[in-house]
């Protein structure tokens, strides 16, 4: 090859970056300074999306550590408790992005996901600046979350999937259960923001956070069902259903969804703490990767079920401990307290 081709082709990618945009660079890769840029209230500002029954307590908890705070909801009127701690609002998803470091989201839905992060004009990742994380903490789809850790990594910055474990109760006490698929480096970062919140578990690479809470989920669907059916079972056969529940609590029986749902069923209390549509939501996605890996789990199969008949009679809204209601119907029994 004449010497002068040879100088031009090796002078070539620096000409190309000339006319390159800085926020499009094919595969922009993170620096070290970003990986471990110090996380900390004076340092690191957080936009959060997402203030239902889950995410308002979570993002209380990083403002009471000190953190500053920017915040998006459809709903505005659920920023509120926030705003009244000194949180700032914002207009869109973009807007909290463009005024954060940090964006955590806890939407409904995948499609709320892939909305929040991806619209081109409205979304995170058009408002973020290189360097700087998004966390979905969204109970999600394992495709979406490589999907946006590859769009995000485009854009010099770095995305989490980071779903979470123990409704309501382990939000407001800040022991949830986090499940975190990305960048380890990231997430080791990000563990002071993660501790406010709960305990924080590396599952390993993009989507794998979103697949241990699928796991997570099959477990607990299929325990419900043990848990009701034992209940009707008590209720039928003349037990004080409530000294039973105590009874089997600190035995091989036990478990956290009996702690946590046993009384509140026996005492008809069905308030969400985590809603049953979302619980449809989440079987649906667990049922839909089984059939992509030719798994057949006929235990989430049927626990999906009943919890689509609690939508077909309206009660969605209700939390999962509603699961009751189904097998009563089916049994036409009711239990008493």
């Not at 991806?118 to 990742?125: A, C, H, I, M, Q």
């Not at 997570?216 to 003349?238: D, P, R």
């Not at 839909?288 to 057949?296: I, K, V």
Request: aromatic share 6%.
């Amino acid at each position: 090859m004449p010497p002068f081709l040879l100088r031009s082709l090796r002078r070539l990618p620096n000409l190309l970056s000339r006319f390159a945009s800085p926020r499009v660079t094919p595969a922009m890769s993170l620096s070290t300074e970003t990986l471990t840029r110090p996380v900390s209230p004076d340092q690191t500002r957080i936009g959060w999306i997402g203030t239902g029954v889950m995410g308002l307590a979570m993002a209380s908890h990083l403002l009471s550590a000190g953190y500053s705070l920017t915040v998006f909801s459809r709903t505005a009127s659920k920023t509120q408790p926030l705003l009244d701690r000194g949180a700032t609002s914002a207009a869109s998803p973009r807007a909290v992005a463009a005024a954060s470091d940090v964006v955590f989201l806890m939407v409904g839905y995948p499609s709320d996901v892939r909305a929040v992060t991806l619209d081109p004009t409205s979304g995170v990742l058009s408002g973020l600046s290189p360097g700087s994380v998004v966390v979905d903490m969204t109970t999600s789809d394992p495709s979406l979350a490589a999907e946006i850790a590859t769009s995000a990594e485009a854009v010099g910055c770095s995305a989490v999937d980071a779903p979470v474990s123990g409704g309501d109760r382990g939000a407001r006490n800040a022991a949830l259960s986090i499940f975190a698929g990305g960048n380890e480096t990231v997430i080791n970062n990000l563990s002071p923001l993660f501790k406010c919140m709960g305990t924080v578990r590396y599952m390993g690479g993009p989507g794998l956070g979103q697949r241990a809470k699928l796991g997570n989920q099959i477990v607990i669907a299929s325990t419900m069902v043990g848990l009701v059916e034992g209940m009707v079972y008590a209720h039928k056969s003349g037990l004080d259903v409530a000294k039973w529940l105590e009874a089997i609590s600190t035995g091989a029986a036990g478990s956290k969804s009996l702690e946590l749902y046993g009384k509140r069923m026996l005492d008809r209390d069905m308030a969400a703490g985590f809603y049953v549509h979302h619980f449809v939501k989440d079987l649906g996605i667990c049922l839909s990767e089984c059939q992509r890996m030719g798994l057949a789990l006929p235990g989430l199969a049927l626990a999906h079920q009943l919890y689509v008949s609690l939508l077909a009679h309206g009660e969605g809204g209700l939390g999962t401990q509603a699961l009751i209601l189904a097998v009563e119907r089916l049994n036409n029994t009711c239990l008493n307290k």
